[in-house]
C-alpha cells in the first residue's frame, strides 16, 4: 500500500510542472491574438497602461476556458510519455502494476483541473465579459476616438451607432461612413457617405463628423414619413459632456455575460424565439461541458502517452493531437448544428465529450491487454513526411 502511494504521490507531482508551463504558454498564444488590437488603443487612443492591464485581465477568464483542458491533457500526456520513453512504465509493468493502479492520480488531477475550469465557465467568463463591455463603453463615452473601431458598428454612445470601413488616425479621415442618430425623439436619421473627417472642437468632449458628398434618410416615427437629401458636407456634433449627464444607458446583456442564476431564470421566465431559446440552452450547457473536456480528454491522454515507448517514434502525440483538434471540431460542429435546432443544445455540447470519454476507455482496455492502437499508416506517412521536411528546412 505504501509504494502504491508513493507511485500516486510521484505521478501527482509530475503532472502539475508540465501543466502550468503549458497553461502560461497556451494563455500567452492567445493574448498575442489581442497585441494588435492593444497595441492600436496604446499609439491611437491615448488608453493607459492601467486601463489596458485591466482589459487583458477581463479577456483571461475567456481563453482560460480553452486552455485549461488543453493543458490538462498535454500535461498528462506528455507526464506519461515521458515515463515510458525512460521505461519507468515498464518498470512498473515489472513489479506487477497494472495501468488500472495508476489511474487514480490521473483521475484526481482531471477532477481538480475539471472543478477550476468549471468555476472559470461558471463565474470568470461572464464577470469577465460582462466587465470589458463596462470598460469599452467607459472608454468609449471618455474619447470618440475609442468608439471609431474599424469595421465594426459601435454603439457604445447613447443614441448614436457609427460604423467606419477605415479611420486614419493620424490624419483623423473616414471612409465609407454610416451614422444612425437617434437623439432627435421619434425621427431616426441615416448618414451615409464615401468619406469622412473626425474634428476635436476647442472643448475636448465636443467632437464633429463632418461627412463629404452623402445623403441622409430622415424617418418620422409619428407620421411615418421619410426625407432623402443629398449634401455636399454635413456636420454631425456629438457632444460627451452633455450625453453623460443624461447618465448611462442601462446596459444590455448577452447571454454569455449573464451569470448562471441568470441564464437559468432567463431560459425558465420563458423565450418565445426557438432559436434564442436554442442559443441560451447552448450557453447553459456549454458551462459544464468545457470543464468536463479536462476529464474526457485526461482519460484519453492517459492510455496515448502510455503506449509511447520513445519520444522520437511515438504516434501517441499525433494521436493527442489529432483527438484533441477532433474534440473541438465536434464541439463547432454541435454549436452550429444546435443554432440552427437540427438537434438538442444537450446532444451538441455534450457528444464531444462522449466521444472522447469513450475512446479514451477503449484504448485503456487496449493498453491494459498489451494491444495497444496505432495511427492508421496513412496518417503515419503523412506526419513522418511533414516531420522530415521541417527538419530540413531547420537544418543550415
Known sequence: MMVFKRTHTYIFSELIPPFVISLFFLTFVFLMT???????????????????????????PRFMEFTLPMSAMISILLTFMRMSGENEIVALKGAGVSLYK????????????TLLTMWVTVFGVSWGKLSLKKKSLELARSSIDAALQERQFNSQLNDIMIYVSHVDMKTRDLTDVFIEDRRTRGVISISVAPKGKLIRQNNEEVYTIRLYNGGINQVNADDNAVTHINFGHYDINIDLASMQKGGPRKLVKDLDEMSLHELVRHIHAGIKDPARKSEALMVLHEKFSIPFACLSLGLLAFPLGVQSMSLRRSSGFGMGISFFLLYYFLLAAGWSAGETGHYPP???????????GAAGIFLLVRNAQERPVRMPRVIRGALAALVKRFKKRVQP
Open 34 to 60: 489581442r497585441i494588435p488590437e492593444i497595441t492600436n488603443m496604446v499609439v491611437n487612443y491615448n488608453t493607459n497602461v492601467t486601463d489596458i492591464l485591466m482589459m487583458i485581465g477581463f479577456t483571461l
Open 346 to 356: 444537450f446532444i451538441g455540447m455534450w457528444l464531444p465529450n462522449v466521444v472522447m
Open 102 to 113: 495508476l489511474l487514480p492520480p490521473v483521475l484526481i488531477f482531471a477532477v481538480l483541473t
